[in-house]
């Protein structure tokens, strides 16, 4: 067997000298200690593996040497086996609690003895592994984390790369592990407005995480090109459909705030209902999940159908994830849907529901272990939202890009009923770098030329109707009618770009197959900006540089000179 390093600390020469032939014999190196005080030096310059000692020592006593010398070992298991001819189940026990592992009692039996000492060495031996690996799993742990830092990192420049920041929106994420397995995306639509989606993917932790890059990513992408909700959800509902397994998905509540005409579109399928709070506080309406998940059904069969709740300036909107519905306390009682509506209707001023909610959820759960993510916002309607200016880019001397070109686009009926082409212009624009500066101006440009030609020329739809909440409604019945039934009609898109690579001008021409209007009285009148229609003529009046109707109205000509002052602002 392998040779072990004994220290036998005895006052008692005799006693000592016979002790320690006996462990030599055995085959162990012998290192001997006089008194207590003798012993932790010979610990100390030793480091042996097992520790005799005896009891009754003059000067410093086997008791208290025991204690400095396990204080020295630290994390070390060092066996210490007290050498005593006490009987008392008192004495031995005092013993056992300075830190002794066991006892011996004189005379020495010396099968026993060996036994002991190589009893003790496995656990010595057992105990170094375990250190190891404690080591060992500390260290990978430590990768770990560093990894999921930077993946956290590169998860939260994704999917936070929007407006969560905006001063209409509060919202508190909670997740249970470091990666969250609920979602939150706002982002600014180039022609004004916010898109807003909170999902809640199967699971938690980094594998429920994973979907919400490729989900963020398409938000991002496409709203800031300019695409509508629902074009954005039939993408994302399609990416995560190809590259969630089977059984994972994600619920999720997805709002298109528009400010210009005080409406919100919302699209629920699979979260808890959610509540609409009118500004006085007085009035909720419930939000319904009407949809399955996104990530469940297949490209032709997923709906997109969403449902249109007229937001007047002040109006709140309330989405959770179910963590706060399935939030428990001690005694496992879910919090509820029954109890935050309670919580709603009960707050002094809707102001405060926000706060209500997190102190109602904490003060229920009571310390309870969290064991799902848990998401609330609040977003508030507000004119804030209804432009937002896009920031100069860099110049770099002469850019790379298209410079000198035309192109023509024409629509037809059955393209019009389905397709919006605004994203599509507003993509093409963006290949030439020097208009990137102003991508949300010509946005706006594009989609009220549009809209004025599809809906006012081929529809033959009056503004007139807009000038309260319901006549919006009602405006947007009729267009809904009309584009269901129509059968004939066209849009044309002619783009003309000149420019040298620092600065050049867009010409944009739309025109429609509709009877035109009366463009000569929308020059010489200005709108007022608390209607709701007639603001689109003296808005383009901001943007372009010359605005030339021409026939009878259904054909407009604009042009638009880059770099703008306000680009470079």
């Known amino acids: 067997m392998a ?19 006996v462990v030599r ?15 932790v030096d010979l610990f100390k310059e030793h480091r042996p593996d097992i520790v005799l000692m005896d ?46 592992d066991d006892f011996l009692t004189k005379p020495y039996n010396h099968i026993v003895l060996q036994a002991k000492i190589d009893s003790y060495h496995r656990m010595s031996e057992m105990h170094r592994t375990l250190l190891h690996q404690r080591d060992e799993i500390a260290r990978v742990n430590k990768h ?92 994302v509902n399609q990416k995560l459909k190809s590259v ?35 500004k006085d506080g007085q009035m909720i309406e419930t939000l319904s999940s009407r949809h399955l998940p996104l990530g469940v059904m297949s490209a032709d069969k997923f709906n997109d159908q969403m449902t249109e709740f007229s937001m007047a300036m002040g109006d709140r909107l309330f989405l959770w994830s179910d963590g706060i519905i399935e939030a428990r306390n001690d005694y496992g009682d879910m919090f509820g849907q029954e109890r ?20 109602a959820v904490d003060e229920f759960v009571d310390g309870t272990e969290q ?94 109707l807009k000038q309260s909440p319901d006549g919006f409604m009602a405006y947007y019945q009729q267009r809904e009618a009309r584009v269901a039934a129509l059968s004939e009609g066209f849009v044309r898109f002619r783009m003309d770009h000149t420019g040298d690579g620092d600065s050049g001008v867009l010409t944009l021409t739309v025109s429609d197959s509709g009877e035109g209007f009366d463009y000569a009285g929308a020059y010489t009148s200005d709108a007022n900006q608390n209607d709701y229609s007639g603001r689109g003529i003296p808005l383009l009046r901001t943007i372009c540089d010359t605005i030339e109707y021409r026939g009878k109205g259904n054909e407009v000509v604009v042009t638009i000179p880059w770099p703008m002052e306000q680009a470079d602002a």
């Open 340 to 359: 935050l509506l309670n919580v709603v209707r009960d707050s002094a001023h809707a102001n405060h529901v926000f706060d209500d909610i997190q102190r």
């Open 3 to 21: 040779a072990y390093k004994v220290l036998i600390a005895d006052d008692n020469s005799v006693d000592r000298k016979v002790l320690s032939r």
């Open 371 to 464: 064991d799902d993510d848990t998401t609330l916002i609040e977003v508030i309607m507000t004119d804030m939202l209804e432009r937002e200016e896009s920031g100069a880019v860099t110049k770099t001397g002469n850019t790379v890009g298209p410079r000198d070109w035309s192109m023509d686009y024409c629509l037809e009926a059955s393209t019009l009923q389905n397709f919006n082409p605004v994203p599509l212009m507003n993509h093409i624009m963006m290949e030439v770098p020097g208009l990137r500066a102003i991508g949300g101006q010509l946005y706006t440009v594009v989609a009220e030329l549009f809209s004025n030609a599809f809906e006012h020329g081929v529809l033959g739809l009056s503004s007139s």
């Open 144 to 235: 770990m984390l560093q990894e999921q830092r930077v993946a956290k990192a590169v998860y939260d420049n994704v999917a936070h790369a929007g407006c969560l920041d905006a001063s209409n929106i509060r919202y508190e994420l909670s997740p249970l592990a470091v990666f969250n397995g609920d979602v939150l995306l706002a982002a600014r639509k180039p022609g004004g407005g916010m898109h807003v989606l909170l999902g809640d993917f199967t699971g938690h932790g980094l594998p429920a995480a994973i979907g919400a890059m490729p989900m963020a990513d398409i938000f991002y992408g496409m709203t800031a090109k300019g695409f509508g909700l629902r074009e954005v959800l039939r993408e």
């Open 244 to 278: 969630l397994p089977v059984g994972f998905f994600c619920c999720a509540a997805a709002v298109d705030m528009a400010p210009d005409r005080q409406a919100a579109s919302v699209w629920m399928g699979g979260v808890p209902d959610c509540y609409l709070l009118r």
């Open 55 to 100: 009891v009754m020592m003059p000067g410093l006593n086997g008791k208290e040497a025991t204690r400095q010398i396990k204080k020295i070992a630290d994390e070390d298991f060092i066996p210490v086996i007290f050498l005593t001819s006490l009987s008392d189940a008192q004495s031995l026990a005092d013993c056992l609690d300075s830190g002794g």
């Open 25 to 39: 014999n055995q085959g162990n190196d012998v290192i001997e200690a006089t008194n207590g005080f003798e012993a």
